[in-house]
T-cell receptor, first 110, second 113 residues
Framework: EDQVTQSPEALRLQEGESSSLNCSYTVSGLRGLFWYRQDPGKGPEFLFTLYSAGEEKEKERLKATLTKKESFLHITAPKPEDSATYLCAVQENSGYALNFGKGTSLLVTP | DVKVTQSSRYLVKRTGEKVFLECVQDMDHENMFWYRQDPGLGLRLIYFSYDVKMKEKGDIPEGYSVSREKKERFSLILESASTNQTSMYLC????????????FGSGTRLTVV
């Protein structure tokens, strides 16, 4: 059973059409939840870390939120340059490593 | 600008060859990681290291080994390359304490023929 499940797998938006990506997780003790952006052929780029339920972080058009079972990445008025794969990962209290979801591929069209 | 540098962007090797993938970080990070990324499977952890000469198996260590002789360098070794090891390989590092996200390299696209 996957610890981290992201939905949808793929999302197509018109420029300016706001939406949310979901990351649901099951861990015994959460140390942190991480969001990354990955462009084709490149390594993932760090966006946010969330540590506790109720926490929110923002960066430009992106806002990440966390509950006890899931995280949302809200994209407000997206632009074509926001097109990428967005990865969610969790780190358990007991470990060093991050466990990644399979990602959501976002395409924003003009 | 802090960096994780992977020695090759693209690599083509023959079945049975011994393959070395090199990763260097300039951030004095304690932890280093090797992942492979495949379509539909996401990122899967191969090995990680939390200190010089220390290593831990990840989820898919079979067919791989690692070496960390210096803090800044973490090498992934494919002992005898096989076609099912064709993949994107990503190296990452993070500070000690484990409370921080990773910094990733740009990846090595390995093709085994």
């Amino acid at each position: 059973e996957d610890q981290v499940t992201q939905s949808p797998e793929a999302l197509r938006l018109q420029e300016g059409e706001s939406s949310s990506l979901n990351c649901s997780y099951t861990v015994s003790g959460l140390r942190g939840l991480f969001w990354y952006r990955q462009d084709p052929g490149k390594g993932p780029e760090f966006l946010f870390t969330l540590y506790s339920a109720g926490e929110e972080k923002e960066k430009e058009r992106l806002k990440a939120t966390l509950t006890k079972k899931e995280s949302f990445l809200h994209i407000t008025a997206p632009k074509p340059e926001d097109s990428a794969t967005y990865l969610c990962a969790v780190q358990e209290n007991s470990g060093y490593a991050l466990n990644f979801g399979k990602g959501t591929s976002l395409l924003v069209t003009p | 600008d802090v960096k994780v540098t992977q020695s090759s962007r693209y690599l083509v090797k023959r079945t049975g060859e011994k393959v070395f993938l090199e990763c260097v970080q300039d951030m004095d990070h304690e932890n280093m990681f090797w992942y492979r990324q495949d379509p539909g499977l996401g990122l899967r952890l191969i090995y990680f290291s939390y200190d010089v000469k220390m290593k831990e198996k990840g989820d898919i260590p079979e067919g791989y080994s690692v070496s960390r002789e210096k803090k800044e360098r973490f090498s992934l070794i494919l002992e005898s390359a096989s076609t099912n090891q064709t993949s994107m390989y990503l190296c990452a590092s993070s500070p000690g304490g484990g409370d921080y996200g990773y910094t990733f390299g740009s990846g090595t696209r390995l093709t085994v023929v």
